[in-house]
């Protein structure tokens, strides 16, 4: 008997647990940090971002992340500077694989909709990002 209990226990837990290609339609667009959690327990919120990250991912799984300096009505003010993407999953997680001329690094996807995004990275800082709105002006 206990072993039927702890077979259903895993079979309803894995078919609950969220599938990481999934949270790939997500990713794309314009994002804000909205709230990063420290490993050490400490957490810092932003109520205003100077920038904010554009994320863009292809099919063939790769992709890049600029930083955006949001202005008026949709415009943005930007370098030339991007960091490499490369999308990977592994151990059931789907992790972003960065790279630039200085260095490499890894996040994972913690979970991805509409509105947030959640990573983490090799050092157990939790990022919390939430969907970025434009502002936009009427000026007639």
């Known amino acids: 008997m206990r072993k039927i209990v702890v077979i259903l226990f895993t079979l309803v837990f ?24 420290f490993s050490n327990g400490d957490v810092k ?6 920038t904010i990250d554009y994320i863009q991912i292809t099919d063939n799984l790769k992709g890049f992340r600029k930083k955006l300096k949001p202005g008026f009505n949709s415009k943005y003010i930007t370098s030339d ?15 972003l694989h960065y790279k630039t001329p200085y260095n490499n690094w890894k996040e994972t996807i ?6 947030s995004l959640k990573v983490v990275n090799d050092q157990q800082t ?5 969907r970025y709105v434009p502002l936009e002006l009427d000026l007639e």
């Open 14 to 37: 894995f078919s609950c647990s969220k599938n990481p290609e999934s949270f790939l339609e997500y990713v794309n667009g314009y994002w804000e940090i909205d709230k990063v959690m």
């Open 45 to 50: 919120t932003y109520k205003y971002n100077e």
């Open 81 to 95: 500077d991007a960091e490499g993407i490369t999308v990977k999953i592994e151990n059931d997680s789907l992790h």
């Open 126 to 130: 939790i990022y919390l990002y939430k």
């Open 110 to 115: 913690i979970d991805a909709n509409e509105n």
